[in-house]
């Protein structure tokens, strides 16, 4: 029994490591080797006798790992399907891995306000929460939970009582998502944490729009002047630029309709539009040899 857990533990992760960013940055590459290892290591999958495509395996793993075991990319996409279907319009813009602070905040949403997520699967610990939460609402609006419904009571103790929570649960192979509590909005701002989520013309943007110039600056000082000036903007205003700043990014996000359910998250954690998206999928479409 043990050797059949290893066994099944190390196949978990082998299939992991297919639904990777790694992994698809090969295949854009016409890179199959690491696929090719998986297949030929735990065998190709049952289609009748049919030609099997790479794109047929990438589906056969997502199922699998939706079934077996749930891992970050399960529920980031499944959650990044819940929001589409929530707030996907042309105005809105979904970021991963957000760095805030010493965190980085698994998504993000921007379109009348600023969201960030934070989601704990099936196999993680509370280490770190309290502070990710922390860093988060000191430039987010709204600070959300996500986590399964059966270790809520493991999580609800490391956060405050502004952050909200999201529950997920499973119903006959289909993950769901519910708010079982709604996220206390931040009035404050932290403009010194903000400044270094930003790129260097966005905070210059900042300081242009809010204060209609540029003061005279250099490469060497612009940091600590912006620095300076941003921290005399009101909350609200700064809380606003940030959303109008963060929301002039290139961004996929009216796009993911239009993709792979399976793939969406793949798809916004590397910026894939759409010819890039035809490009990959005309390179999972490739017929499996092995």
Same mark, same amino acid.
């Given at each position: 029994?043990?050797?059949?857990?290893?066994?099944?533990?190390?196949?978990?992760?082998?299939?992991?490591?297919?639904?990777?960013?790694?992994?698809?940055?090969?295949?854009?590459?016409?890179?199959?080797?690491?696929?090719?290892?998986?297949?030929?290591?735990?065998?190709?999958?049952?289609?009748?006798?049919?030609?099997?495509?790479?794109?047929?395996?990438?589906?056969?793993?997502?199922?699998?790992?939706?079934?077996? *075991?749930?891992?970050?990319?399960?529920?980031? &996409? +499944?959650?990044?399907?819940?929001? $589409?279907? !929530?707030?996907?319009? =042309? @105005?809105?813009?979904?970021?991963?891995?957000?760095?805030?602070?010493?965190?980085?905040?698994?998504?993000?949403?921007?379109?009348?306000?600023?969201?960030?997520?934070?989601?704990?699967?099936?196999?993680?610990?509370?280490?770190?929460?309290?502070?990710?939460?922390?860093?988060?609402?000191?430039?987010?609006?709204?600070?959300?939970?996500?986590?399964?419904?059966?270790?809520?009571?493991?999580?609800?103790?490391?956060?405050?009582?502004?952050?909200?929570?999201?529950?997920?649960?499973?119903?006959?192979?289909?993950?769901?998502?519910?708010?079982?509590?709604?996220?206390?909005?931040?009035?404050?701002?932290?403009?010194?944490?903000?400044?270094?989520?930003?790129?260097?013309?966005?905070?210059?943007?900042?300081?242009?729009? *809010?204060?209609?110039?540029?003061?005279?600056? &250099? +490469?060497?000082?612009?940091?600590? $002047?912006? !620095?300076?000036?941003? =921290? @005399?903007?009101?909350?609200?205003?700064?809380?606003?630029?940030?959303?109008?700043?963060?929301?002039?990014?290139?961004?996929?996000?009216?796009?993911?309709?239009?993709?792979?359910?399976?793939?969406?998250?793949?798809?916004?954690?590397?910026?894939?539009?759409?010819?890039?998206?035809?490009?990959?999928?005309?390179?999972?479409?490739?017929?499996?040899?092995?």
């Amino acid at each position: 029994m043990a050797n059949i857990d290893s066994y099944e533990k190390w196949k978990t992760l082998r299939y992991s490591a297919v639904l990777s960013r790694g992994n698809f940055n090969k295949l854009l590459h016409d890179d199959f080797a690491l696929m090719d290892d998986v297949i030929f290591d735990y065998g190709k999958i049952n289609a009748n006798s049919a030609p099997l495509t790479y794109k047929d395996y990438v589906s056969y793993v997502f199922r699998y790992l939706t079934k077996h *075991y749930r891992n970050e990319y399960i529920i980031k &996409n +499944a959650l990044l399907n819940h929001l $589409i279907d !929530e707030y996907g319009t =042309s @105005q809105t813009i979904a970021l991963n891995e957000f760095a805030v602070g010493t965190s980085i905040a698994d998504m993000v949403l921007f379109n009348g306000c600023s969201k960030a997520f934070e989601i704990k699967t099936e196999h993680d610990s509370p280490k770190r929460l309290a502070s990710q939460i922390s860093n988060y609402s000191e430039i987010f609006q709204y600070c959300y939970l996500v986590a399964h419904e059966d270790y809520l009571s493991k999580y609800q103790k490391e956060i405050d009582a502004n952050t909200g929570i999201i529950k997920y649960y499973i119903n006959r192979g289909h993950i769901y998502f519910e708010e079982i509590k709604p996220a206390t909005k931040n009035t404050q701002i932290n403009p010194y944490l903000l400044m270094r989520c930003l790129r260097t013309e966005e905070y210059k943007m900042i300081v242009r729009l *809010y204060y209609g110039s540029l003061p005279e600056m &250099n +490469a060497f000082t612009a940091f600590t $002047i912006c !620095e300076q000036l941003l =921290s @005399q903007i009101p909350a609200e205003s700064l809380h606003q630029l940030f959303i109008q700043i963060i929301k002039g990014r290139k961004n996929n996000m009216k796009y993911l309709k239009k993709y792979d359910k399976s793939l969406r998250q793949m798809c916004l954690s590397m910026h894939l539009f759409p010819n890039e998206y035809r490009m990959i999928n005309e390179k999972l479409l490739t017929p499996i040899k092995i």
